[in-house]
C-alpha cells in the first residue's frame, strides 16, 4: 500500500506555471509507474503524465512539450512541472500510483489538488 498526498495547486493566469508534487509514503523506486491524472468538471478523468521503470514517460497529447513529469527518489516526490498553462488545463490533478504485486496491479490515488487557469 502506499498513501499519496499532492500539492502545489492553485490559481494562475494563462501562459502561467505551476508545480505540483506527490509525496508517497514509500520508496517510490520500487513502484512499478507513478503519475498524474485530471478531471476537469463533468469530464472523465484522463491521463495527464506516467514514470515507468526504469524510466519511461509518457505525455497525453495536449500537454506535450508544455508539461514535465520528473521524481526525486530520495524524496519519494514525484512532481509535474507545468508551463504555458490555458484556460482548458483548468482541472482537479490527481497523482496516481500502480503497484504489481501477485500478478495483480492495484491503482491507489491521492485526494487531488485543484488547479484553475484564468484566461
Known amino acids: 500500500q502506499v498513501q499519496l498526498v499532492e500539492s502545489g495547486g492553485g490559481l494562475v493566469q494563462a501562459g502561467g506555471s505551476l508545480r505540483l508534487s506527490c509525496a508517497a509514503s514509500?520508496?517510490?523506486?520500487?513502484?512499478?509507474?507513478m503519475g498524474w491524472y485530471r478531471q476537469a468538471p463533468g469530464k472523465e478523468r484522463e491521463l495527464v503524465a506516467t514514470i515507468s521503470r526504469p524510466s519511461n514517460i509518457n505525455y497525453a497529447e495536449s500537454v506535450k512539450g508544455r508539461f514535465t513529469i520528473s521524481r526525486d527518489s530520495a524524496k519519494n516526490t514525484v512532481y509535474l512541472q507545468m508551463d504555458s498553462l490555458i484556460p482548458e488545463d483548468t482541472a482537479v490533478y490527481y497523482c496516481?500510483?500502480?503497484?504489481?504485486?501477485?500478478?495483480?496491479?492495484?491503482?491507489?490515488w491521492g485526494q487531488g489538488t485543484q488547479v484553475t487557469v484564468s484566461s
Open positions: 514509500r520508496s517510490i523506486s520500487s513502484i512499478n509507474t
Open positions: 496516481n500510483a500502480k503497484i504489481l504485486a501477485l500478478g495483480l496491479i492495484t491503482n491507489y
